[in-house]
């Protein structure tokens, strides 16, 4: 008889005031403001290795959220993720003060040129000790392309096209660039690295030249665990191909589940673990957890969740009343998968129906109950959709995090669904039980030079 599986965590969080649920930062136990101190960062890493979760994911984008309106005013006015910053430069002290937490970071492959991205995060994995991972994202904000020096985003499927080019590089880069051999540290021949087990990495591609050696010499993983949340048809094909770990919005079971059963069908042989966004509201009894979650609605703010909900469909909301249809997810640019969601939560894909699912200025509605209650839940994530695990969101913080860790986390314990010590080695051990390298029939493997 097979074995349970034990459930994972992510905490999903972003450097900025308002993450997902909007307006929770106006709660006054809410701490995310603190966002500009490295104690805060440092504090939340204490915390999520105190309840052995796997990572802490790093969200990011590289623009405003100015679809809504036609500008970002209703984005500034409600912290809507700006104020930003960047999120790779907190790693390396929340990494000082843990020592198994793994750092899931978002970095958009399209603004950057593929050798710099692969000397940071080569860094990042020598500085973590192996306990980096990236988020491979393509944007989506034409915001961003304009603060890029262009009018618009790159059009959907062009923007993968790109990523798989990209990610060839990087994995060149990461994986052929240096011998294992190639570092020496003679002392006495005064040889740090032989120069002959360093190749310089040559590519004439369709966007990208490169005719250089990596800069960095082999880190424990190589090439960071890898992310992937795309979740079109194209996403999913990209993310079968280079993606270990898969980040899927939530929605009814049965549609996420058939999106699972398609990536890891997609996937295989190649085993991949699928984390499900939620956010969890959890009391003692399911009496205190309704009035926690009546407490948080009096701070939830609609209008900065329509700003949010505006740029990541593509579509300006304001311009359509409470019951008018919204377009067909392929009218857009944006996260096409997130209108599909929509249409598979609500029998009209409507502004109303997106509204009445903002509960807490988000469209994710939480899980809500009593400790045994949210564990019964997370299992049945588990069990009947076939996720590995969760990236959960924040509400008022850093309570719902405590409240996952010196609640949830005994309870889940107590059922033999939650490991109860970190196993050991890189970010991508602990993940899998494997080597820190990548492995065939991943493609990066392949580029990796003998010796």
Known sequence: MTAPREIRFNAFDMACVGHIQQGMWRHPRDRSADYLSLDYWMGLARLLEEGLFDGLFLADVLGIYDV???NGDAAIRNAVQVPLLDPMLLVPAMAAVTRNLGFGVTCNLAWESPALLARRFSTLDHLTEG????????GYLDSAARAMGLDRQMAHDDRYDLADEYMEIVYRLWEESW?????KRDRAAGIYADPARVQRIRHEGRQYRLDAPHLVEPSPQRTPVLYQA???????????????????????????????????ARAAPRPILVFVGATLIIGRTRAEAEAKLAEYRQHANIEGALAHASASLGIDLARFGPDEELPEAGQSQAIRSNVEALRAAAPRATK???????????????????VEEVAEEVIAWVDQVDVDGFNLSRTVTPECLEDVVRLLVPALQERG?????????????????AGPLLAAPHPAAGWRQAG
């Open 230 to 264: 795309g979740a079109s048809d194209r996403g999913r094909g990209f993310a079968a191909r280079h993606a270990e770990c898969v980040f899927v919005n939530g929605g009814p079971k049965p549609h996420v589940a058939k999106l699972v059963a398609d990536l890891r």
């Open 68 to 70: 809504h309106g036609g």
């Open 179 to 183: 011998a294992a051999d190639a570092v």
């Open 417 to 433: 669904r939650y490991k109860r010590g970190y196993a050991p080695g890189s970010y991508r051990e602990k993940l899998f039980g």
């Open 352 to 370: 109303r129906a997106l509204m009445d699912r903002m509960v807490l200025g988000s469209r994710q509605p939480p899980i809500v109950g009593s």
């Open 131 to 138: 306990r980096i991972g990236w988020n491979i994202v393509t």
